[in-house]
């Protein structure tokens, strides 16, 4: 068994994804970020009145930050459900070509398509299954049991049955975010009035050195579109952020990035399910740098029937993707030679896996993503093989054993 030879593309496909998370969260931070900005602002207009009059006004001014956030909070779950599902429908179409692609030429209409509901995403994004009072069963477990033929698609029930890491859906995430946010702001200001805080302090500590454009412009600096803005690093847009917009920019950040990264595995895992005579295995695929989870450095190159193993995101802000594993001697086909994937450092062969990747890498590199028990990985591998060894860090349930555990499994911290 090999993974298919175009899957240099599929792991290019994992880094597109990755960048097109950050434009979507552009859009729904930068939205979140001018509601903030302009509550900011009338702070700033409000030093003159008169101590009635700068009450009253301070209450309206916290009262429609309130409600902007609320109505933030429903555009942004709608921006992110078309943005979905129109992701859903592209990665599908992706993973198909790609199977065809890895079958002789003569083979290729073998590979069968994936329907998308267009209530999937919305599902994703707005049902919780926890308040569905009827069990939902799959379309194809439905199938079996009234022996109808089985059909593969993504349905608003699949749909319903993703959830963030933490069990919630999009909708309460925003809707959660635009809550604790209103009422940090409101803290905030009430904090500045007791301790005598200026106005000017207030408004620097909340919003950093984030402006509109038209800001810009009064201020005399040069003129600049929301386009542009818009089309600003994601990273610069939180570094220049305050206390209202920089946390909260991280969260809307991990919120896209993980939601982008469960429906696209959805719809690839969805594809390689209904090619089954093609495709009965998946490997699960890590990225290959210092910033990658314990639980996804022990997955990494490992191999498991469709649905029956793990598949990313295991974590918010989750990187790891999913390759189809393809029978060519049962499909009485000839393997083609490994393709590549990307690693810090340069490319590498595709089927390495993390932890014969960062064997490589020397003992400085591993001290940095393993640190004291780097030479617990050092000793494992040598006994086990690296590969091996890096699943024997993590405990069963996929968090990452102490050093104190390390040492009454294997004995003393060895040395080298």
């Not at 409000?46 to 009059?53: K, L, Q, R, S, Y």
């Not at 590979?111 to 939902?136: H, L, M």
């Not at 975010?177 to 904090?191: K, M, N, P, T, Y």
């Not at 950040?253 to 895992?269: D, G, H, K, L, P």
Request: net charge positive; proline share 5%.
């Amino acid at each position: 068994m090999t993974i298919p030879p175009n899957v240099d593309a599929i792991f290019r496909n994992a880094i597109d994804l990755n960048q097109y998370s950050n434009s979507v969260a552009r859009r729904i931070i930068n939205i979140y970020n001018d509601i903030i900005i302009d509550a900011v602002n009338q702070l700033q207009t409000i030093n003159e009145a008169t101590a009635p009059v700068k009450a009253a006004r301070l209450r309206a001014i916290l009262a429609q930050l309130k409600e902007s956030l609320a109505t933030w909070a429903g555009d942004a779950t709608e921006i992110t459900a078309l943005e979905l599902q129109g992701l859903a429908e592209l990665q599908s179409e992706f993973v198909e070509e790609q199977l065809r692609l890895a079958l002789p030429a003569g083979s290729r209409d073998m590979v069968r398509t994936v329907e998308i509901s267009p209530q999937f995403a919305q599902s994703v994004v707005t049902t919780d299954p926890t308040q569905i009072n009827v069990v939902a069963l799959s379309d194809d477990l439905f199938a079996a049991v009234e022996g109808a033929p089985q059909t593969f698609s993504l349905t608003a029930p699949k749909g319903a049955m993703i959830t963030l890491p933490n069990g919630r859906v999009v909708e309460k995430s925003f809707r959660g975010l635009a809550e604790s946010q209103a009422e940090r702001f409101s803290s905030s200001v009430r904090q500045a009035l007791l301790t005598g805080e200026t106005t000017q302090e207030l408004s620097r500590r909340l919003r950093g050195t984030l402006e509109r454009p038209e800001d810009r412009l009064r201020f005399g600096e040069p003129a600049t579109t929301a386009g542009q803005r818009r089309a600003a690093g994601i990273k610069e847009t939180m570094a220049r952020g305050g206390e209202a917009t920089r946390m909260a920019n991280h969260q809307i950040s991990t919120i896209v990035r993980t939601s982008v990264n469960q429906v696209a595995n959805a719809a690839s895992q969805q594809v390689y399910e209904a090619n089954q005579d093609i495709t009965k295995k998946y490997r699960y695929v890590a990225t290959l740098d210092s910033r990658t989870t314990a639980i996804c450095r022990a997955n990494d190159g490992r191999e498991f029937e469709y649905g029956k193993g793990p598949t990313p995101p295991l974590h918010f802000s989750c990187r790891s993707t999913t390759v189809p594993v393809i029978d060519y001697e049962g499909l009485g086909f000839d393997p083609p030679r490994p393709g590549k994937r990307a690693a810090k450092g340069g490319m590498v062969d595709s089927d390495i896996s993390y932890g014969q990747w960062l064997l490589q890498q020397g003992k400085e590199r591993q001290q940095e993503v393993l640190g004291s028990k780097a030479p617990y990985f050092r000793m494992l591998a040598r006994k086990h093989g690296a590969r091996d060894a890096m699943a024997k860090l993590v405990r069963e349930d996929g968090r990452e054993l102490t050093l104190e555990q390390l040492r009454r499994r294997y004995g003393a911290t060895p040395k080298g």
